[in-house]
């Protein structure tokens, strides 16, 4: 399980961080015409993101490959979910709200009882 750990924070890593420079390149861009999305597609920034997305999937399928699917992917998308909410609260000023972190508490709390449960059944 350590393995699918180590691949599943692989998976959050290059995800959030592809992510994140789409959105940091976005910042200020309306992409109204074919020439704007043209140019956003090919700079450089953007062609790195989306290298770091496809490394994300391939992380996701080498952790898919070391355990059960209703295991690897309630943690993985835990994990994701996780990084995501730090990313845009520290890197984006993101507002979490009270009632937004009890969602969140929530969501992690469903996505550790469902894991336990599946791994309690595996």
């Known amino acids: 399980m350590a393995k699918a750990i180590l691949y599943i924070l692989l998976y959050a890593a290059f995800n959030v961080s592809g992510a ?3 959105k940091w390149q976005l ?3 309306s992409l109204a015409t ?3 999305w043209l140019k956003f597609l090919l700079n450089p920034p953007f062609v790195m993101a989306f290298l770091l997305i ?3 999937a391939l992380a996701l399928f080498k952790a898919l490959s070391t355990s059960n699917f209703s295991l ?4 993985a998308t835990g994990i994701n979910f996780i990084f995501t909410i730090a990313v845009g609260y520290y890197l984006f000023q993101d507002k ?3 009632l937004s972190f009890l969602g969140f508490v ?3 709390g469903g ?3 469902l894991s336990i449960n599946n791994h309690a059944h595996a």
């Open 20 to 22: 994140a420079l789409i």
């Open 27 to 29: 910042r200020g861009k």
């Open 34 to 36: 074919l020439n704007d």
């Open 54 to 56: 496809i490394l994300s």
């Open 72 to 75: 690897i992917i309630p943690i």
């Open 96 to 98: 979490l709200s009270v």
């Open 106 to 108: 929530l969501i992690i």
């Open 111 to 113: 996505i550790i009882i």
